[in-house]
């Protein structure tokens, strides 16, 4: 307590100062004469006294954040190393609601004032073109084009060439869907190792041709089948350049509902199989198919030292405009950028499709004529009803004019005489005859145009990469350097329509089980990648590694790769086939199975006390899983641990690198139960009835939920013991309200129990930090009142069900097309509502026919009792044409504005437009969406994938399945039939804005300052960012999405094993890291021999942006940034940084050679990846 207070005293003290001095320098600012009589102007003398006095203020403001810093960890390390006394037990008041006492831990907020200018925004110059604001301006009014029906009529001179050629590149290329209407493994079969056989042989017949390849999933397989000349044939093929691999992922991914975990991990995988067998680093993405485009794409192939990218589908109006403005290429930069660092070249194709008819040019009739596949006799023809003719001698000039008014007109629309001509389509030169209809007719087209100087043309097959050198050696650039003139681009291309109002929004949603497994998995696999790297580190440095499974390696290379195809645009988007889709789940689970082993086994060992016990055994494992699946469409069942006369232990493993406070519960046997932890120490718990429906409770199982911290990336212990501890195993009360309905109470004599069949009256739930009132009625959410606050926030949530159209086109697996506006969810009979209270957390369900809606609160100090815990349980099996959406109504005037997050890496503001269609304003959202005013931010995190909108002010809606009975008409071929019970889970987090009372404060008087400067030498000039161009969510709100996103693992000792006293809580740190740092991976490299490790390991580190404006302090979690630091060399506890080089994302390019010095510093929202050996 002393040491509290004196803490406090010297906090306090720091603060008046810096108070002080900026006191100081207002006065000054404002009684300055010299200043009045310049009228406004300052005297260069006064300006550099002035910006001198600003910078030693900031570096004053530094100096206390670091000494604050030194006292937080001392203090910190004392608390935690003090034998204090034992918790405190929670309590029952009068008023009927429990207390839990606070803990004898302080806590920190210690946050950089440098460290919250970055979410001010303001440094760099504005783009030319901002896509919220481009949608904002665009009148979408779809006007027929003409022959390019979505667009316009295209004029030229003939002589626009006469100074400079006209550069053709055409891009042979086949688009392999790793999963669609066949599975993977069927496509493989029947058509994939066709054509890449075929691509061996024919590519070897001319080197004038050449091939673009993007699926490494499907290489890889082909390549495992192939020997060891055909081998030799490929790498001389991408050595000469007649074969390239574009992007290298391991699919082409779907950018709206993928994580970026997961894109940096099938992008890594990809690169890294690359260069191992073909030793080949790619250079251009190619991204012909996705369903609209994620700004983090761009970023992430800058970093992994891609220089130019390809996209397709945008929407048919903006394609129009940005043609129409030559916009079609761009540099795409990140919206926090000041210095250009994340821009990379993209060119957007102008036209409806990637296949050949909307490829050479503005009119498919003609196009589809030079589809040479096509000729008559084949299985495919032209819509247009003219077939193709095969070149001769005596069609050739006719043909070739033909082709070059279509390639005139496309490069019309383009800034630069370079163009590029993609050739192929799904599945294509599968078979020998395709490759020769297409390489020889193409050819006599190329011979004819290269013979004829007076045409201006040079034509020739090219690869994606041939065609951007080209383009920047016309513009005199460097490779991925901008060319004079053209455009700078931020935002992303969300949401897609090909046609009329077709959005695809549908697949935001479709699906969600699956989108919520890949999720699962994703957490699974990180935390299995660390405790992997981790466990066989300390195995070498202790001479064990020869008795440990390394060779889980093998199932965490089948788990990325698994996590990986899923990533593919027509898996992660629910748009297969059900069959493929059946597939994709049994994948999903046999990794999801896996991994849980490499999880077990590493935390076994690290959690052994004496490491020379440690013996594995496959057949005996020392560790249960925490749960278990009977099918890939099956909700997981928890694992119920038996409790007899002997004690049993619980491993818990925290996937956060911050050190965790959070709720663990755990299923038992018998409801007498103690808790004791590592030290043996007696906890207090809450003890529950365990519930198969809303009345009916599991015989023999009980819920006991104990509130544990958890060293960072580490493993906790807990003791579990038969037998009653009155003061301590604390039990829940129940209320069921039965509205009417003649239902069959389970009853149990250790909980008490009241039913009230017919209240309607509303309720609330309170903790420490807010009182949540509900409707008696709908037992769903109604407001929120802060402890500290009189007025309650209305927070209305409700349920709605939308229809599809009657009309032609309907909703499908793809495409939103909604019968109007949602209607409300109308029961059959009205819902059962449980209510449970306990000293640890209380919780709401309502039971409905297709809903069960759960809210809990946690009633805990810090991150887990800021947040509503929300879990939808979703069944519409029975629903035909229907959707079913969760609804957020509250008083925030949020002005047509919302934000969303892209791929979990980034926030983008959307505006509601109500020129759109009610189906065009949904957009994805991977893990959050919020709405704001000058008051209150309201965000809904979440577990999974889903489509979200804000239709009204102070609106949130999100949908959570559809069931769809037809086609969209997209190439499916099926509706959405295959629904499963679905849990959908997310947080609710409501936070106040604060005014002055957060370092931001003094950022934004540092601003000030500066804007008094240098705005009279300035102020014509500097362009600043659009103040709605960027948003950041809170450290509260990152830390809250963690939570949900990785929960803690808890890993019972198999009943066989007695350890006594042999384990120990495993802390890998040697201190939490800064809490706007997440620790993303740190994966195991392979050794050169295909299934092994080697003793290297790749760590990938992100510095997450955050906003300092809303209320954080007082809060009761721990929090601490450091300016962008690491010392990586202290950070891992026993073990030592023996070798660190930071390399490019993907590890293919070093980035400076490997130093001494083990301080590495990040840039905020910069992901860095260091190539590591801890010994």
Known sequence: ??????????????????????????????????????????????????????????????????????????????????????????????????????????????????????????????????????????????????????????????????AEDLQVFVVPHSHNDPGWIKTFDKYYTEQTQHILNSMVSKLQEDPRRRFLWAEVSFFA???????????????????????????????????????????????????????????????????????????????LLRRANLTSMLIQRVHYAIKKHFAATHSLEFMWRQTWDSDSSTDIFCHMMPFYSYDV?????????????????????GRINCPWKVPPRAITEANVAERAALLLDQYRKKSQLFRSNVLLVPLGDDFRYDKPQEWDAQFFNYQRLFDFFNSRPNLHVQAQFGTLSDYFDALYKRTGVEPGARPPGFPVLSGDFFSYADREDHYWTGYYTSRPFYKSLDRVLEAHLRGAEVLYSLAAAHARRSGLAGRYPLSDFTLLTEARRTLGLF???????????????????????????????????AAHYLVLGDKETYHFDPEAPFLQVDDTRLSHDALPERTVIQLDSSPRFVVLFNPLEQERFSMVSLLVNSPRVRVLSEEGQPLAVQISAHWSSATEAVPDVYQVSVP???????????????????????????????????????????????????????????????????????????????????????????????????????????????????????????????VTEGPFFSEVVAYYEHIHQAVRLYNLPGVEGLSLDISSLVDIRDYVNKELALHIHTDIDSQGIFFTDLNGFQVQPRRYLKKLPLQANFYPMPVMAYIQDAQKRLTLHTAQALGVSSLKDGQLEVILDRRLMQDDNRGLGQGLKDNKRT???????????????????????????????????????????DSHSTSYPSLLSHLTSMYLNAPALALPVARMQLPGPGLRSFHPLASSLPCDFHLLNLRTLQAEEDTLPSAETALILHRKGFDCGLEAKNLGFNCTTSQGKVALGSLFHGLDVVFLQPTSLTLLYPLASPSNSTDVYLEPMEIATFRLRLG
């Open 1 to 162: 307590m002393k040491l509290k207070k004196q803490v406090t005293v010297c906090g306090a003290a720091i603060f008046c100062v810096a108070v002080f001095s900026l006191y100081l320098m207002l006065d000054r600012v404002q009684h300055d004469p010299t200043r009045h009589q310049n009228g406004g102007n300052f005297p260069r003398s006064q300006i550099s006294v002035l910006q001198n006095r600003i910078e030693q203020l900031e570096q004053l403001l530094e100096e206390n954040h670091e000494i604050i810093s030194h006292i937080k960890d001392s203090v910190l390390e004392l608390t935690a190393n003090a034998e204090g006394p034992p918790a405190m037990l929670p309590y029952y008041t009068v008023n009927g609601s429990w207390v839990v006492p606070p803990e004898p831990r302080p806590s920190f907020f210690s946050i950089s004032p440098q460290d919250c200018q970055f979410a001010l925004g303001g440094r760099g110059q504005k783009p030319e073109l901002q896509m919220l604001t481009v949608s904002e301006e665009l009148p979408f009014d779809n006007v027929d084009g003409g022959v390019w029906r979505q667009g316009f009529d295209i004029s030229y001179d003939p002589h626009d060439w006469d």
């Open 983 to 1025: 849990c959908n889970r997310f947080r609710l987090l409501l936070e106040r804005r604060t005014v002055g009372s957060e370092p931001d404060f003094f950022s934004k008087l540092a601003a000030m300052f500066r804007g008094l400067i240098f705005h009279s030498s300035r102020s014509g000039n500097r362009e600043v960012q």
């Open 357 to 377: 008819p909307h490829t050479c040019g503005p009119d498919p009739k003609i196009c589809c004529q030079f589809d040479f596949k096509r000729l008559p006799g």
């Open 708 to 834: 544990v911290r958890l060293p960072a990336l580490g493993l906790g212990v807990l003791q579990l013991q038969l037998g009653l501890d009155g003061h301590r195993t604390l039990p829940s009360s129940v209320r069921i309200y039965l509205h009417g309905r003649q239902l069959s109470v389970s009853r149990h004599e250790a909980f008490p129990l009241r039913v009230i069949d017919s209240g309607t009256s509303d309720f609330a739930l309170s903790n420490r930090y807010m009182q949540v009132w509900f409707s008696g009625l709908t037992g769903l959410l109604k407001s929120i009142r802060r402890v500290d606050e009189e007025h309650e926030q209305q927070v209305d949530m409700q349920v709605l069900v939308y229809g599809t159209r009657t009309s032609k086109d309907k909703s499908g697996a793809y495409l939103f097309l909604p019968d109007g506006e949602a209607k409300p969810y109308v029961p059959k009979e009205p819902p059962v509502l449980r």
């Open 221 to 299: 397989k082909w390549w495992d089948n192939i020997n060891v000349q055909k081998r030799a044939a490929v790498r001389r093929l991408v050595g000469n350049g007649q074969l390239e691999i574009a992007t290298g992922g391991w699919v082409m991914p779907d950018e709206a509902n993928s994580h970026y975990f997961a894109l940096i991990d099938q992008l890594i995988e990809g690169h890294q199989w690359l260069e191992r067998n073909l030793g080949a680093t790619p250079r251009s993405g190619w991204a012909v198919d996705p369903f609209g485009y994620s700004s983090t794409m761009p970023y």
């Open 567 to 601: 990533q593919h645009h027509d898996a992660i988007t629910g748009t297969a086939k059900e069959a493929v889709v059946v597939d994709y789940g049994v994948r999903l689970l046999r990794s999801l199975v896996n991994l849980k082993q490499v999880i077990i086994h």
